[in-house]
């Protein structure tokens, strides 16, 4: 239940940073990571944050549980909360997992791992720069993730995450406001929000795990542009594969909310209160207001 960007990253780091006993290592990393991005998408964040920790103090060099690290703050704010302290977290911690990223490609060129690692990186830091209203930044980041974006296009412009890269950076480049779409054209950038979905629907329909991360950032963008009906096709399809995410799960009450299918809506909230996640205690609190707040409106 992994996207294609960590699949890539578990069978290319398995035959990296091998020692002595190579024949064991790679294993052992396999089954840590895989068990720690297992309880990341489950949102069992105490847990896999333990289990990155300690990857990161065995492997010092490798990217991959700085990325996820990073991925928590990220996907809180990108779903759950639009705070300013939330993305500077994001930001904070995803350039350990850039830099690290930047000074593996820059020792071994052809390593189409990094290139996908860092066209995500670059892509994510300009959407919460976007969501923060700083375009420049993330006009910058976009177009830092787009040039290795590219440089999987020219390996094949068909690949789920080429796709996904540019679904991103396409809406990006949309959704810049008129005032601002001079910075845009300076740089000679042309695209507009449908050209992205578009890219991130055939990332969708794909039958490689990147499937997953495009129904996120279709969820996330019908819902922000007001598309109810088509964020709740991919709400429903996360929720159902990812039953214990509560973060899924709190944004499906959400858009069931803003459908006006308050019924469902506070089912949903009252699901995720059971559940009562130790550590986004945040979306159980939140979840509780919106009970109280259906409740009185079904009595009405």
């Known amino acids: 239940m992994i996207s294609i960007l960590l699949s890539i990253l578990i069978s290319a780091f398995s035959l990296q940073d091998s020692t002595s006993n190579s ?10 990571l895989n068990r720690a991005i297992e309880n990341f998408y489950q949102s069992q964040w105490d847990t896999a944050d ?14 991959t549980p700085h990325f996820f690290k990073s991925m928590m703050p990220f996907w809180e704010y990108f779903l759950v909360d639009q705070t300013e302290e939330l993305a500077e977290e994001f930001l904070s911690r995803s350039e350990e997992a850039v830099k690290l990223s930047e000074r593996k490609l820059k020792n071994s060129p052809s390593d189409t791992t ?8 670059h892509g994510y830091r300009s959407l919460v720069a976007a969501g923060e ?31 996904i890269g540019r679904g ?37 329909q794909s039958d490689s795990y990147i499937s997953n991360d495009a129904k996120l ?19 429903v399809k996360l929720t159902q594969k990812f039953p214990e995410n509560v973060i899924f799960k709190y ?47 079904t009595m009405n």
């Open 217 to 235: 950032m279709l969820m996330y963008l019908y819902d922000r542009e007001g598309n109810y009906d088509e964020a709740l096709v991919y709400a």
């Open 133 to 163: 209203s700083n375009y420049r930044v993330a006009i910058r980041s976009g177009m830092t993730g787009f040039n290795f974006t590219r440089q999987l296009l020219s390996i094949d412009s068909d690949r789920p995450d080429a796709r």
């Open 114 to 121: 990094m290139v996908l690692l860092l066209s995500g990186l």
């Open 251 to 297: 944004k499906l009450g959400e858009i069931l909310e803003k459908k006006g299918e308050m019924e469902l809506a506070k089912q949903t909230f009252q699901d995720i209160i059971y559940m009562d996640n130790p550590v986004l205690t945040s979306i159980t609190e939140k979840s509780r207001k919106k009970v109280s707040k259906l409740e009185k409106i």
């Open 168 to 204: 991103m950076f396409y809406y990006m480049v949309g959704s810049i406001p008129k005032e601002m779409k001079w910075a845009a054209n300076m740089f000679g950038l042309r695209a507009d929000m449908e050209q992205g979905f578009e890219e991130l629907k055939i990332a969708s």
């Open 23 to 32: 024949n064991l290592l790679p294993d052992t990393y396999d089954e840590r």
């Open 50 to 63: 333990e289990d990155f920790s300690s990857l990161k103090e065995d492997y010092p060099d490798d990217p």
